[in-house]
């Protein structure tokens, strides 16, 4: 078992930037493939970004390619997101999310385990 704690959230302006953490529990941190996750007030939490257990292959939303960058340190036990060139609709709550089988899932319904978010508010 695994429990994730996100921070680094917070409140930029359009344009900006910022860096997300998110610290697992546990010596097997290697052995989960990490997901990020948002959910903006009434809408349905949607896929970010991956990550595989080795950080050799990652996988992006289309709203946010070019723009985010997910990655991970399995010897702090830490997965990132980097977020550049922030947009309001960027605005939600973010999660982090891992999974034990390494293939690209973006179905938050296939995560086992959930940290409890951090928000993130773009301004205009």
């Known amino acids: 078992q695994v429990q994730l704690v996100e921070s680094g959230g917070g409140l930029v302006q359009a344009g900006g930037s910022l860096r997300l953490y998110c610290v697992a529990s546990?010596?097997?941190?290697?052995?989960?493939?990490m997901g990020w996750f948002r959910q903006a007030p009434g809408k349905e939490r949607e896929f970010v970004a991956f990550?595989?257990?080795?950080?050799?292959?990652?996988y992006y939303a289309d709203s946010v390619k070019g723009r985010f960058t997910i990655s991970r340190d399995n010897a702090k036990n830490t997965v990132y997101l980097q977020m550049n060139s922030l947009k309001p609709e960027d605005t939600a709550v973010y999660y982090c999310?891992?999974?034990?089988?390494?293939?690209?899932?973006?179905?938050?319904?296939?995560?086992?385990?959930w940290g409890q978010g951090t928000q993130v508010t773009v301004s205009s």
């Open positions: 990550i595989s257990w080795s950080g050799g292959s990652t």
């Open positions: 546990g010596r097997t941190f290697s052995s989960y493939a």
């Open positions: 999310a891992a999974r034990r089988i390494n293939g690209v899932v973006t179905s938050s319904a296939n995560y086992d385990y």
